[in-house]
Structures are given as C-alpha cells and as structure tokens.
C-alpha cells in the first residue's frame, strides 16, 4: 500500500503550526498594544540611561 | 503491517495536535480562573486600562494553565487509572510526560514576568506563589499525604480573584480575601459531592479521599460543616465595600438551597442513595457550579453598576 501525499499526520503538523504562529502574532500585537498603552500614560518618564542628562 | 497502519499507530504516539496541548491546561479550570480573576480586577477601587485588564487576564490564566500542564505531568499516574482522567492528553498517549513538564514550566516563567511587566511586580510575584502552591504544595507533596487535599487544592484555585485585584490597585485589602474564602470554602462541598458519587474512581487511584480515608458518613458530615461556613462568608461579603443589595439577594437565595443540599445530603443514608443513583449528590453538585457562578456573578454586577450610583450600599 502506498503512502498518500496528504497524509494525516500532515493536516496535524499544520494545524499546529498555524495555531503557535497565530499565537505568537496575537502576543506580538499585545505587547505592542500594552507598550503603547504605557508610554502614552500620563505618569510615563522615559528612564534616565548612563551618560544622559 | 501496511505503512499506513505504522504510521497511525506512530503518529498518535509523536504527533499530537493543537488541541492535545491546549488540553494540557484543563481549560475547564482555566475558565473558572478567567472569571473569578476578570471579577476581582472590576471590583477593584482603581480601574485599570482595557488592554491593561486583558493582558493582565490572559497571564493569570496562563499562569493558571501552566500550572494544569505540571499537574498532569505529575500525575500521569494516577490519572490513568480514574475514570474521569484517563483521557487526558499523557494517559491517552497523545502527550509525552516532558513535553507536559516543558510547556508547564515555560508557560508559568512567561506569564509571571509579563503579569507582572503589564501591571506589578507584586501581581506577577502572587502569580508565582500561586502556581508553586498548586503545583509544589498541593500536587507534589498534600495531594496524596492527606485527606484535606481538596481544602488546601482549594486555596491554589481561590487566589485569582485576589491577583486580579492586585493586577489592579497594587495592593491588598480585605474584600478579594472575601473572594477568597468563597472559593476556598466552596472547594470541599464541591467535590467531596463529587467523590460521593464518583467513589471507585479515588479508590482505585489511591488518592486519600476524605471518603475513602473517614468514610461516606464523615464526608457527610464534613460537607454540611464547610457549607455552614460557606453560608456565613458569603453572607458577611454582602455588606463590604463589593457587595450590595443585588448580591444579598442572589446570596440569601442560593445559600438557602446550598444548605438545603448538604442538610439532604447528611441524613441520607447509602441504601437510599444507591436506589436513587446519588440523585442529591448529584443535584448539590450541578448546584455548586452555579452557586460560584452566580455569587461572582452579582459582585461583578454590583461593580458595574456602581459607576451609575446604582451597586453596593
């Protein structure tokens, strides 16, 4: 018996993979979202580095 | 043996799907961390930013799933031999033990460093204690030492409330201990009803059940005592700073038939409850989901509604 092309280990592996990368474009996006939301907050100071006045 | 009959049985052993790991992270319980935790953060004083409020969610309840995943990774064993587990992604072959272990403790160094990024270092630090209790305290060491492990596995489901609301306000106070002691108490009633009707399965697990260690009529005893202390705490919560007249209401009905339930359930004898299939146990038990649902429920209420002078007192 010969092996089919799509076989269902494939449909698995696929499934899995766009779902680990919709969630790592979902935490992308939150991340950004949060950092907008943070330094657009009223209290926001950018932190002072070495160096800086 | 046909290629395609190795590699079916091959496949289910190395490739699971998607669904296989979310699995991992009982999202039943995660969905009740969800609620209580959204709850304790609207019933906050202080309001947080909407992106603020869900990321803040979202971690607490990955946090709460990861901790699911390590509690599945340690007890694949006794898993696979209660009815109600077996088919969770380890004992059904789906998921390697390591592969539990590896998404557990990832999942839990993530959502505590950005619980506590998105809102304080001390939400993010009570995240963490929570996941070390449930997983350290509870699975590892209490679960299978001692009879009371549902009370102390309690607590470690009883906390998101109280980090939801110090994601929050960054502080503590008494009402989320309020919240608090409503699941915690709420936790033993719960499922000693369960483990009344569901006895072979802790037998053959040998996990000390109250029911298997005390026996049935102690189990009996111990549910209309917690559910006594139960009724008190969630009566006081009514008159703090999340409760209100909606609450009241909703408490003064619900514990009525809660201690109804458990007053049933002392005086049955186990004659009458094999005629009848466990038919209170399994109404009190139906019951108590709703009764945590619906308490909650009217504390989120009451927290909407006080914007429009309407919640609380």
Redesign the interface.
Known sequence: ????KE???HS??R??N???GLLLAGFVV?VL??T??KVT?AGFTFPEFEGTE | M???SI??SM?REE????GD?FALLKPRVMSLVVFTAFVGLMAAPMGV?P??G??AI?FIAIGGGASGALNMWWDADIDQVMKRTKSRPIPAGKVDKGEALSLGLALSGMSVIMLA??TNVFAGAFLAFTIFFYVVVYTMWLKRATPQNIVIGGAAGAFPPVIGWIAATGSMSIEPWLMFALTFLWTPPHFWALALFMRNDYDMADVPMLTVTHGRRSTRKHILVYTVILAIFALATAFTGVGGPIYLAVALVLNALFLKGAVQIWRRDEDICEMDNFKVERTFFKLSLLYLFLHFGAILMEALLKPYGLGGW
């Open positions: 018996m010969s092996l089919r076989h269902e280990i698995r592996r499934g899995r766009v779902g680990v939150l979202a949060l907008m939301v907050s | 046909t290629d395609a590699n079916a496949t490739d699971a799907s998607f790991y930013h992106v603020v869900f990321a979202l990024l998105a």
